[in-house]
Structures are given as structure tokens and as C-alpha cells.
């Protein structure tokens, strides 16, 4: 379902008109496209501690982006791709001014689908003002992600460890986060090694995509075989035609499975034992809606979509864990949605189970880490455009639309990357965490 307001107000007629009566202007976002650039410029790097640490501007430079650590020298109007502050020195308010030292120049350096992202530590209960302190960068983030425009973002990094750092600002300052916008995230502990090449992360990994017949599950496993996997694209018997095309176009095989069937955990573990050398990444991704107010609720809509949506993913994980076919190092991504966090009405079945996975991604994350020092994580997706959301009435679709700090809908591939990330190699510090790939939704949480 394209989004014709976008085009039309990033055509020159449109734009003039938008900017005069005041309506939203949506950028075109910069997204992952092979052999271009990590980042269209360079970073501007600062510190909160003074000069920045020799070994966040390493980690930048490797990734091939040039770093400047001089603020003076983007006051002659020259533009970046980005801005980077290490907060993590921060411990008393009034340290919070280096803040906006460093940010009111920086933001208006950025130029197009610029990327923010601060830096900072999470409270950890030793003092009360530091942790005040701390938790403030979240306050400053989330409110400047909404104020920029044409694109721009700007995220948080909790770094508690900094095992996964380099793979995170890849990721951020990347195209590929195009639609991550004012979240903050906690990097833990973990074994996450760098990848032999960066283009290729999952090389040599098998992983299951469940419901990849369409929409978000077709498109991670498209990135997912982009980046390097083996990928097993499993979806219902009806959706067979649609499901062997996928497998077709990602060079993957294709395996007929009901997530909500009692068999299923049996069965998937049959597939893997007899045509794989075990799973190194699952992607729960099949997903339903029966939405009804709770007055009009039946109970066969209920029971459906906890059914799909959450006892499937809690099955086959028990049954995973407890058997020879999940690899060490290995990733589980579950599919959650904002509606998890803010709720929505007419969804109290779905919202049951978007929750219900949140939690069971962090009640899960001290098994996985168990298990060979895997991980599992959840992304929550906002308004994407695909048929899910393409059966709500027009009106509400096109304010759904607008009602992002990026003032547009994500699409299946902005999830698709997000879910790649967290499950490559380097993304072993990130474990039990939801990521919302949502824009910064206005709605809700
Ligand atoms: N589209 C959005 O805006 C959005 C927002 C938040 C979260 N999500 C979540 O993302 C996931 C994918 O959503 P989508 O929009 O691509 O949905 P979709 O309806 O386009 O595709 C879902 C796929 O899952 C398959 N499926 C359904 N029941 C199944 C079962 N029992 N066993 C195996 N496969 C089954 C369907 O056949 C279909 O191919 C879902 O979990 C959804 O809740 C979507």
C-alpha cells in the first residue's frame, strides 16, 4: 500500500503547498541499500568528560565513517551525517548542560536522515542523584527525537558493557535504523564477536522465519538471507503458493507449519533435525488480529490470537531449549507491537499477547544466556504498511500514517533489519530487550 502523501509533498509543488497550510512534511528516510556508505558523512563526536574517548572514535573510524571531534569546525555551515555524545560521565543535574552544549549546535549540523545517539550508563541504585542524572538523558533523547526533521533520529545507548557498542553504532548510524527513532537501549554483557565481514553477519547461520509467507516475515527473511543465512521460511498449508515464492527468492527451503498446532514444537524439531545442522536464529513472527471490544469478544477470536500470537512462541521455545537442535550463540526474536506497551481498543486479545511477549522475552533471557550464551530478544513494531494494516478503513490509516515523530508508516523492511541485527553475532550484549521499530509512535507509550 504506497504512501501517496509521502510522494506528494517531497514533489516541489506539494512541499510549497505543505509548508504553506502547515501540514505534516514526511522526508523520503535513507535506508540500507548494498555498496553505498555506513553513513553519507561524517560523525561529530563529542564528550560530556571533555575530549572523547580514544576508543569510541576507534570504533567509528573502523566502520569506515570519518570522525570530527571538534565542534568548531562545523560552525562554517558544513553539515554531518551525525552526531555522537558520550554522556556517560554525567552524575549531578548540573552536569546535564553539557548537554546542550554540545546538542544545540550539533542537531542544526545535521543534515538529512541524520542520526543522534547519546551514550550514556544505566542507574544502577548506588546514588540517588546519579541515577536522577542518568535517567534524565532518556527524558533529553526522547524529546529531541521529536523535534527533529527530514528524517533525522536520535536513540539511546545504556552501555552497562560494551561488548556489543561497535555493532550497536553500526546499526544506529546506519541505514538499516531508518525507522528506530527515540528509543533507548540496554547493552549488557555477552559474547558478541565482530563478523569476519560486516556486509555478511549471518554467514553460515540457519535460521526459521514463522509466518514469512507475507508482510514483516517475508521481508526479514529476505534481510536475513541478505545478510548471510540459511533461512527456513515456515508459514500455514494455505499459504503454500505465496510461501514457496519467498523460499525461492531467498534461496531457502520451506516448511508447512501451524505455530498454534499442538504438534508444531514436534514437528519443527523433526525439520531441523533432519535437514539442518541445528537453528542458530528463530524469528517468531507469525502473528493474527481478531480485534472486538471486549463487550463483542468471543471466545474463539480470544482464543486464536493467544493461541498464534503467544502460547506458540512459548511452546516451541520450551521444546527448543530442551532439546539438541538450538546451536550456542544462537538468537530468538519474538514479535511483539507498540500495541504491547500502549494498548489499543479493540485489542485486548492482541494487546494480551504483545505484552505477554515482552515479558516473556525477559523472563527468558537468563535461560537463553544459559544455553551457549544465546539471546532472546523482542522487537515491537509500530504502524507498518502491509495487509495487516491495510484492512483498516482509509481515514484511520492515513492519521496512523502521521502519527510518528517521522510523520510516515514504517515498512516490513524497517523491521526486517532491526530483527537482523539482533540476531547476528554482535548483538550478544543485547538480551531480553524489547526494540520498537516504530518511528517514535506518538500513540501511547
Ligand atoms: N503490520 C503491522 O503494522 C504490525 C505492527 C506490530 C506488530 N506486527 C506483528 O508483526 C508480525 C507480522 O505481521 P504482518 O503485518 O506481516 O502480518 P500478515 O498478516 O501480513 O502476515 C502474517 C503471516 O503469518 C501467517 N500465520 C498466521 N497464523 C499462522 C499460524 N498459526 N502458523 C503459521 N503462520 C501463521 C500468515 O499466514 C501470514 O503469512 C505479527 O506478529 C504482527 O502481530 C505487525
Redesign the pocket.
Known amino acids: 500500500m504506497s504512501d501517496r502523501y509521502l510522494s506528494l509533498v517531497n514533489s516541489s509543488v506539494g512541499s510549497a503547498v505543505a509548508s504553506r497550510v502547515g501540514l505534516p512534511q514526511p522526508s523520503v528516510l535513507r535506508r540500507f541499500r548494498s555498496g553505498d556508505p555506513l553513513l553519507p558523512g561524517a560523525v561529530l563526536l563529542g564528550s560530556t568528560a571533555g575530549r572523547p574517548a580514544a576508543a569510541l572514535k576507534k570504533l567509528i573510524t573502523q566502520a569506515g565513517v570519518e570522525v570530527v571531534d571538534d565542534i568548531d569546525k562545523v560552525f562554517d555551515g558544513e553539515k554531518v551525517a551525525a552526531v555522537v555524545l558520550d554522556a556517560r560521565s554525567v552524575a549531578a543535574p548540573a552536569d546535564l548542560a553539557a548537554l546542550r552544549a554540545f546538542l544545540a549546535p550539533g542537531v542544526k549540523a545535521l543534515g538529512p536522515s541524520g542520526r543522534v545517539i547519546v551514550l550514556g550508563l544505566p542507574a544502577d541504585g548506588a546514588d540517588i542523584a546519579v541515577d536522577a542524572t542518568r535517567q534524565a538523558l532518556d527524558g533529553i533523547v526522547r524529546s529531541l527525537a521529536k523535534e527533529l526533521r527530514r528524517g533525522a533520529t536520535a536513540n539511546l545507548l545504556w552501555v552497562a558493557d560494551e561488548a556489543s557498542l561497535a555493532s550497536a553504532l553500526r546499526f544506529l548510524l546506519s541505514g538499516r535504523s531508518a525507522y528506530v527513532d527515540g528509543q533507548p537501549l540496554l547493552l549488557g554483557p555477552g559474547t558478541a564477536p565482530a563478523p569476519d565481514d560486516w556486509d555478511q553477519p549471518l554467514a553460515g547461520k540457519t535460521a526459521l522465519v514463522?509466518?514469512?509467507?507475507?508482510?514483516?516475515?517475508a521481508a526479514i527473511a529476505g534481510v536475513l538471507a541478505r545478510d548471510g543465512a540459511n533461512v527456513v521460511v515456515?508459514?500455514?498449508t494455505?499459504?503454500g503458493e505465496?510461501l514457496a515464492k519467498v523460499a525461492n527468492q531467498v534461496g531457502g527451503t520451506a516448511l508447512h507449519?501451524?505455530?498454534?498446532a499442538a504438534d508444531a514444537p514436534q514437528r519443527l524439531l523433526e525439520h531441523l533435525h533432519s535437514h539442518t545442522d541445528g537453528l542458530d536464529i528463530l524469528v517468531h513472527?507469525?502473528?493474527?488480529?481478531r480485534d472486538k471490544l471486549m463487550a463483542n469478544m468471543k471466545p474463539e477470536q480470544w482464543d486464536s490470537v493467544i493461541a498464534?500470537?503467544l502460547q506458540?512462541q512459548l511452546s516451541v521455545n520450551a521444546a527448543l531449549l530442551d532439546s539438541d537442535q538450538l546451536n550456542d550463540g544462537s538468537r530468538v526474536v519474538c514479535?511483539?507491537?507498540?500495541?504491547g506497551f500502549s494498548g489499543n481498543r479493540g485489542q485486548t486479545n492482541?494487546g494480551a499477547t504483545?505484552a505477554g511477549v515482552i515479558g516473556l522475552v525477559r523472563s527468558s533471557a537468563a535461560s537463553f544466556a544459559a544455553h551457549g550464551a544465546s539471546t532472546i530478544n523482542a522487537v515491537?513494531?509500530?504502524?507498518?504498511?502491509?495487509?495487516?494494516?491495510a484492512k483498516m478503513p482509509l481515514a484511520t490509516r492515513e492519521v496512523a500514517r502521521r502519527l510518528s515523530s517521522l510523520q510516515q508508516a514504517g515498512l516490513?523492511v524497517d523491521?526486517a533489519e532491526a530483527v537482523s541485527w539482533l540476531s547476528s553475532p554482535g548483538a550478544g550484549g543485547v538480551n531480553g530487550q524489547v526494540l520498537r521499530v516504530c518511528g517514535q509512535n506518538l500513540v501511547g507509550a
Open positions: 514463522t509466518g514469512a509467507a507475507r508482510g514483516i516475515g515456515a508459514d500455514l494455505q499459504a505465496a507449519l501451524d505455530v498454534a513472527n507469525a502473528g493474527i488480529t498464534v500470537n506458540s514479535l511483539s507491537s507498540t500495541t492482541y504483545k515491537a513494531p509500530g504502524f507498518i504498511d502491509t495487509e495487516m494494516t516490513p523491521v
